[in-house]
């Protein structure tokens, strides 16, 4: 069965530090990840995926992953954050079914 | 294009009433999903559909039906309202496996 867990329900981080959100994963097999956002009273959003390739992947709005095999890992990160980031973040795994991870609430300081 | 719409935005049932949450996609798009979202949850798979004519469970199917018999619309019935499916609902479509998958904008049903 695959599955995915996000260990933080909620990350806080100042304006324009790095930000990481964590994601690790249970898939047999070579794994589809993603990443969604979530704003207030709306539905998810496409940030970035990974199916196979370079470890560190590229998204919307200048985040990105990082797909670690070794750690089953796939970290969303921003180099630096802005109040509007804040949002409920999923991280995501799946092929012809995607199963979702709790969320992380990302709660950006100004 | 309209994306992935989904009727009604809101709904209120009695516990034991029967009632379909609508999702119709004009992507053209082959791979279709219920999701519940509940607080704390995140969102849970229901059902999925991977063409017309093929569903298949998801993680919490129970209480709930599907079918496909266009590549458009996947509607989802529940068959008898219960409290605990109060939640909100959200419909999505893709283009193939491990596509980005596009989002409704939900269902938000509660059940009294």
């Known amino acids: 069965a695959q599955s995915v867990a996000q260990p933080e329900d909620q990350v806080n981080v100042a304006e324009g530090n790095p930000l990481t959100v964590k994601c690790t994963y249970s898939v047999s097999g070579n794994p589809y990840l993603f990443w969604y956002v979530q704003y207030p009273n709306r539905g998810l959003q496409f940030l970035l995926k990974y199916i196979t390739g370079d470890n560190l992947v590229k998204g919307s709005y200048g985040f990105e992953a990082e797909f670690n095999k070794s750690q089953t890992s796939f970290h969303l990160k921003k180099p630096s954050a802005l109040v509007s980031d804040s949002a409920l973040y999923f991280c995501?795994?799946?092929?012809?079914?995607?199963?979702f991870g709790k969320g992380t609430r990302l709660h950006i300081l100004p | 294009n309209a994306g992935v719409t989904q009727t009604p935005k809101f709904q209120v049932l009695k516990t034991g009433q029967s009632m379909t949450l609508q999702c119709a996609q004009d992507?053209?798009?082959?791979?279709m999903s219920w999701y519940r979202q509940d607080p704390g949850m995140g969102l849970r798979l229901i059902h999925y559909s991977v063409g017309a004519g093929i569903t298949d469970q998801g993680e919490v199917p129970n209480g709930y039906n599907v079918s496909r018999s266009t590549t458009e619309d996947f509607p989802l019935r529940l068959l008898s309202a219960a409290p605990s499916q109060t939640s909100v609902y959200f419909c999505?479509?893709?283009?193939?496996?491990?596509?980005?998958?596009?989002f409704g904008q939900g269902t938000r049903l509660t059940v009294v």
């Open positions: 999505a479509s893709s283009t193939l496996r491990g596509a980005e998958a596009f």
């Open positions: 995501a795994v799946g092929g012809d079914k995607i199963i």
């Open positions: 992507m053209n798009h082959e791979y």
